[in-house]
Nanobody, 116 residues
C-alpha cells in the first residue's frame, strides 16, 4: 500500500525558512519521480518542483525559482522541500505526490503559513 506522509510545516515569518519532508512507503522509492504541490483555498493544486529517481530536478512554479530546493534520500525513502526567503504568497498546504501506473498518490498535506 502506497503511503506518503508529509511533515515540517508551520508558521514562519516572511524571509524565514522551512524544510518539508515526505516519507514514502509501499513502493520502490528510488524508481519513481516525486513531486511537491501546493494548494490554497479555492485554487487548484499547483505543481512546485519535481525530482527524478536519480535526483534530476525541475522547477515548475516560477515564483519559487531560486528560493525552493527539492531533494531526496533514496536510502531513507524521503523527499524534501527546502524553502528559503519565504513570502506570504507561499502560504498553502503542501503535498507530496507520486504517480505509479498512471495513478496519483498523495499525502495528507502539511500547512505552511508565512505571516508576520
Amino acid at each position: 500500500q502506497v503511503q506518503l506522509v508529509e511533515s515540517g510545516g508551520g508558521l514562519v515569518q516572511p524571509g524565514g525558512s522551512l524544510r518539508l519532508s515526505c516519507t514514502a512507503s509501499g513502493f520502490t522509492f528510488s524508481s519513481y519521480a516525486m513531486r511537491w504541490y501546493r494548494q490554497t483555498p479555492g485554487s487548484e493544486r499547483e505543481l512546485v518542483q519535481h525530482i527524478t529517481g536519480t535526483g534530476a530536478t525541475l522547477t515548475y512554479a516560477n515564483s519559487v525559482r531560486g528560493r525552493f530546493t527539492i531533494s531526496r534520500d533514496n536510502d531513507k525513502n524521503e523527499v524534501y522541500l527546502q524553502m528559503d526567503n519565504l513570502i506570504p504568497e507561499d502560504t498553502a498546504v503542501y503535498f507530496c505526490n507520486v504517480v505509479i501506473g498512471g495513478d496519483n498518490y498523495w499525502g495528507q498535506g502539511t500547512q505552511v503559513t508565512v505571516s508576520a
